[in-house]
């Protein structure tokens, strides 16, 4: 199984400031890699996916990929109350029909008044 | 956008149980995978499968086992439900990027 490790947290940024958000894996030939969001006692949702180096944008979320350090990071900016969450990184492994998502254990954020 | 559906919610169960959680997809997507979530332990592969009667283990599939006779379902079954099942089980179909989880089910084994 592959690993991915995020930081637990939990993250404490106040509203309206860059939330900062890192994961590092250990395979250095994953591909693609997903972010996703899980607020208490609700399933996790996709916020983002980035396939190549360098950045992605969405909103007011930035997804930053670094193959060569193997990290990928997540931005949010101008902070909200509603962004308090734990934030999943996820890496496929396996190829073809048989891959399948490892996630980290997640980073919790809170974003405070 | 597919909607994913575990039939229950909360589920109290005692030891030695045979217990059925049921997850159905609306979109007829192949992949479908069965998770646990445990705090500190983050999400864990049970079991997923990529087609009808096509399973494969994950990385924790002791005590477990599944079923998928349709493309749309896929059950997972606890053969004797012990304590430490109690969890969070989510179920996922693979989308055209990532996947799509079900509201969760929260089994308490007594």
């Known amino acids: 199984q592959k690993e991915v490790e995020q930081n637990s947290g939990p993250l404490s940024v106040p509203e309206g400031a860059i939330a900062s958000l890192n994961c590092t894996y250990s395979d250095r030939g994953s591909q693609s890699f997903f972010w996703y969001r899980q607020y208490s006692g609700k399933s996790p949702e996709l916020i983002m996916f980035i396939y190549s180096n360098g950045d992605k944008e969405d909103g007011r979320f930035t997804a930053q990929l670094n193959k060569a350090s193997q990290y990928v990071s997540l931005l949010i900016r101008d902070s909200q109350p509603s962004d308090s969450a734990t934030y999943l990184c996820?890496?496929?492994?396996?190829?073809?029909?048989?891959?399948?998502?490892?996630f980290g254990t997640g980073t919790r954020l809170q974003v405070t008044l | 956008d597919v909607k994913v559906t575990q039939s229950s919610r909360y589920l109290v169960k005692r030891t030695g149980e045979k217990v059925f959680l049921e997850c159905v997809q609306d979109?007829?997507?192949?992949?479908m995978f069965w998770y646990r979530q445990d705090p500190g332990l983050g999400l864990r592969l049970i079991y997923f499968s990529y087609d009808v009667k096509m399973k494969e283990k994950g990385d924790i599939p002791e005590g477990y086992s599944v079923s998928r006779e349709k493309k749309e379902r896929f059950s997972l079954i606890l053969e004797s439900a012990s304590t430490n099942q109690t969890s969070m089980y989510l179920c996922?179909?693979?989308?055209?990027?990532?996947?799509?989880f079900g509201s969760g089910t929260r089994l308490t084994v007594v």
């Open positions: 996820a890496v496929p492994y396996g190829g073809g029909t048989a891959s399948k998502l490892t």
């Open positions: 996922a179909t693979r989308t055209g990027n990532g996947y799509t």
């Open positions: 979109m007829d997507h192949e992949n």
